[in-house]
């Protein structure tokens, strides 16, 4: 739950103050994060500390920026139109006489 809330921190971090969200940007971050705070960040399996946790940790930011800038989009794009903008346009009418029945010849 910890690493999900920080993520969050980190991508808003990334969108409103750095402007920058490039997976390299976010390599950067978590590498600060990564050597700021080893110890929470070692992955230990089989006896032996695995490498990499900066780099799984930028990806997960990366992944997270993405994935919420494409919902964003698609919310967008469903609010921006309307169904019956979609319709194509309807034959011309055809004559009515006074009571509102079309004309059949």
Known sequence: MIKKSLVHVVEQYMVNDVNNV???AATEISKQIVDEYP???KVKI????????AKSLAY?????????????AERTLS???DVD???EPSAA???QDE???VAYL
Do not use: M, V
């Open 93 to 95: 009418p055809k004559a």
């Open 60 to 72: 997960k930011i990366y992944h997270r920026l993405h994935y919420n800038k494409k919902e964003k």
């Open 22 to 24: 490039s997976l390299g």
């Open 99 to 101: 009571y509102g029945c």
């Open 79 to 81: 609010l921006s139109y």
């Open 46 to 53: 089989g006896g032996q500390h695995l490498k990499g946790t």
């Open 85 to 87: 903008d979609l319709d």
């Open 39 to 41: 110890n929470s960040f």
